[in-house]
């Protein structure tokens, strides 16, 4: 079993700035994939970033540029960086866990989300 929490969520001005946590415990291996996905009342769960086995990234297009993930595998932690946050970033954000080095949308768990809102 895995658990993941995460932290950090809260209520910034546009332009600013919040570092996400996800702290992982539980049967974690490095080399499996982690990623952020976030979610709007109503709408589909989209992705944000994915960090594969080897630290290979990629991003929404959406968040380009101005978001990085980053993990520590010695702490069993995934971080998201959002900078020049936007209004239109206010969501629900869900850390994820795969059992695998890669995962495409079926993730294996997922943690109960942490609200990003931006004030414009």
């Known amino acids: 079993q895995v658990q993941l929490v995460e932290s950090g969520g809260g209520l910034v001005q546009a332009g600013g700035s919040l570092r996400l946590s996800c702290a992982a415990s539980?049967?974690?291996?490095?080399?499996?994939?982690m990623a952020w996905y976030r979610q709007a009342p109503g709408k589909q769960r989209d992705l944000v970033a994915r960090m594969t086995s080897g630290g290979t990234t990629n991003y929404a297009d959406s968040v380009k540029g101005r978001f990085t993930i980053s993990r520590d595998n010695a702490k069993n932690t995934l971080y998201l960086q959002m900078n020049s946050l936007k209004p239109e970033d206010t969501d629900l954000y869900y850390c994820?866990?795969?059992?695998?080095?890669?995962?495409?949308?079926?993730?294996?768990?997922w943690g109960q989300g942490t609200q990003v809102t931006v004030s414009a």
């Open positions: 539980g049967r974690i291996f490095s080399g499996n994939a």
């Open positions: 994820a866990y795969c059992r695998n080095p890669w995962c495409a949308n079926s993730w294996h768990y």
